[in-house]
T-cell receptor
Framework: GQNIDQPTEMTATEGAIVQINCTYQ??????LFWYQQHAGEAPTFLSY????GLEEKGRFSSFLSRSKGYSYLLLKELQMKDSASYLC??????????FGRGTSLIVHP | EAGVVQSPRYKIIEKKQPVAFWCNPI?????LYWYLQNLGQGPELLIR????????DSQLPKDRFSAERLKGVDSTLKIQPAELGDSAVYLC?????????????FGEGSRLTVL
């Protein structure tokens, strides 16, 4: 089975940097995803990590340590529109992505 | 390119009534998923299709839920009879398959309210 843990809620200031952590315990590992979901909308893909290290994509970066079962999503130069839920998902050997409960990020002026 | 299309967007029914949701995935995507999402929670897998074959339906409550993807394209998820606890958003997602990162493309979901 899969166990994915991430904080329920975080707050940050516009223009700042925020790091959202995700830890996981899985019976198999075949990649980790981060998705963004605005209220009432569909989740949208942000990043994918399958090897250890940092993947950078514009203002967003994602890090993975397979030995520690740990990932984080780093958001730089926060904007008000970044207020959303951020979902960590782990894919097992059966290629099924299992989602965490999501971290609600609130960006305030 | 059209995204994943779901209908209806919203549905309100009384308990014990049947309900059906429809999903049309992105053209060429062989893999189709149905997820259930409760408020403040992440999506939970109900069933996954590879073309027309259901390859993982262990989380589907088969006493009241059923799904089909007869021609390996669009899919229908049915609940009969609905219970109060079924109130949730039903998300459909598709993926091209194993040749890429496996990114899922989600529809906007069907929000079910059972009274």
């Amino acid at each position: 089975g899969q166990n994915i843990d991430q904080p329920t809620e975080m707050t940050a200031t516009e223009g700042a940097i925020v790091q959202i952590n995700c830890t996981y315990q899985t019976s198999g590992f075949n990649g980790l995803f981060w998705y963004q979901q605005h209220a009432g909308e569909a989740p949208t893909f942000l990043s994918y990590n399958v090897l250890d290290g940092l993947e950078e994509k514009g203002r967003f970066s994602s890090f993975l340590s397979r030995s520690k079962g740990y990932s984080y999503l780093l958001l730089k130069e926060l904007q008000m529109k970044d207020s959303a839920s951020y979902l960590c998902a782990v894919r097992d050997w059966g290629d099924i992505p299992t989602f965490g409960r999501g971290t609600s990020l609130i960006v305030h002026p | 390119e059209a995204g994943v299309v779901q209908s209806p967007r919203y549905k309100i029914i009384e308990k014990k009534q049947p309900v059906a949701f429809w999903c049309n995935p992105i053209s060429g995507h062989n893999t189709l998923y149905w997820y259930l999402q409760n408020l403040g929670q992440g999506p939970e897998l109900l069933i996954r299709y590879e073309n027309e074959e259901a390859v993982d339906d262990s989380q589907l409550p088969k006493d009241r839920f059923s799904a089909e993807r007869l021609k390996g394209v669009d899919s229908t998820l049915k609940i009969q009879p609905a219970e109060l606890g079924d109130s949730a958003v039903y998300l459909c997602a598709s993926s091209p398959g194993l040749t890429n990162t496996g990114e899922l493309f989600f529809g906007e979901g069907s929000r079910l309210t059972v009274l």
